[in-house]
Structure formats: C-alpha cells, structure tokens
Nanobody, 126 residues
Framework: QVHLVESGGGLVQAGGSLRLSCVVSGSFRSIGTMGWYRRGPGNARDLVALRDLVAVVRIDGSTKYGDSVKGRFTVSRDNPKNTVTLQMNDLKPEDTDVYYC??????????????WGQGTQVTVSS
C-alpha cells in the first residue's frame, strides 16, 4: 500500500508565500511523475479528472506548470526522500483551493498507477 502525506497548507495574505510538501511512503518499486493539482472552480464534487494542474516534476527533473502559476510557483523533488515540494510565492486570492499531491508509483503487484494525497487547504486573503 502506498500513502501520500501532505503538509504546509494554511492561511496567508495576498502576496505572501507558502511551501507544500508531500512524502510518499509504503511499498513500491519506483515513483514516476509527481506533483500538485488543485480542486479547481466548478468541481464541487472533487472529481479527480477535473482537478487543475498546478505543477508536476518528472523523474528526469523536467517540469510542467499550469498557466496561472507560471513564474510564481516552483516544484521540486527529492528522490532519495520520496518527496515533492511546491514553493508558492506571490500568492493571490484566486489561488485559494484544496491542493492535492499526486504521484505515479510502480508496484510489483499492481504495476504503475496514480495515487493521491488527501489534500491540504490553502487560503489566500485579500
């Protein structure tokens, strides 16, 4: 079984910064792409398929960002520690959302699959 545990959410004023971290633990062979999504507007039912991309980092270190966060957020990973981190700067009220850690893990029993954390709330006040 694989677990993703997020930390670092909270309340911050507009223009401020927060740092989210996620640790992957459990039984797996390797971790592929990992990163962060957020629930997104209009996704009241929190359907996974409708979550918005925030930022992901591939195993080779290359990254991809959602358009709204480019230049403000930075994603990074620490492979030996099975950790992915999201540094969020110049936060805006529209960044308020539930942020989910995501990782593609490969296991002996189930092959490769997406797994998700429980989510952490980020609230940006104006």
């Amino acid at each position: 079984q694989v677990h993703l545990v997020e930390s670092g959410g909270g309340l911050v004023q507009a223009g401020g910064s927060l740092r989210l971290s996620c640790v992957v633990s459990g039984s797996f062979r390797s971790i592929g792409t990992m990163g962060w999504y957020r629930r997104g507007p209009g996704n009241a039912r929190d359907l996974v398929a409708l979550r918005d991309l925030v930022a992901v980092v591939r195993i080779d270190g290359s990254t991809k960002y959602g358009d709204s966060v480019k230049g403000r957020f930075t994603v990074s990973r620490d492979n030996p520690k099975n950790t992915v981190t999201l540094q969020m700067n110049d936060l805006k009220p529209e960044d308020t959302d539930v942020y989910y850690c995501q990782a593609v893990v490969e296991t002996l029993s189930s092959g490769a699959y997406d797994t998700w954390g429980q989510g952490t709330q980020v609230t940006v006040s104006s």
